[in-house]
């Protein structure tokens, strides 16, 4: 005779694809959760370097600008001398 798996079988398989499949989504939540930590964490240290950028430009700029203005009151103080 043949015989038939029994339904505990079916039930254990059953549990099984659950699991599996619960398996599956906690795995994808996580690498998800991953990607996402990467990802900030790239834009906050890009936001750092521009934030750098600018504010070395902005130094600069601030030392042109007195660059600038001690050229300019040399300039006034020579003619003002000369006259």
Do not use: C, N, V
């Given at each position: 005779?043949?015989?038939?798996p029994?339904?505990?079988?079916k ?8 699991f ?13 959760l ?6 900030e964490e790239a834009a906050e240290k ?7 950028k600018?504010?070395e430009a902005?130094l600069k700029?601030?030392?042109?600008a007195e660059f600038e203005?001690?050229?300019?009151a040399e300039?006034k103080?020579q ?5």
């Amino acid at each position: 005779m043949a015989s038939t798996p029994s339904k505990d079988y079916k039930r254990r398989e059953r549990e099984q694809r659950k699991f599996d499949k619960r398996m599956a989504r906690e795995a994808a939540k996580a690498e998800k959760l991953a990607a996402q930590h990467a990802a900030e964490e790239a834009a906050e240290k890009a936001a750092a370097e521009e934030a750098a950028k600018k504010s070395e430009a902005e130094l600069k700029a601030k030392e042109e600008a007195e660059f600038e203005a001690e050229l300019e009151a040399e300039r006034k103080a020579q003619e003002s001398s000369e006259s």
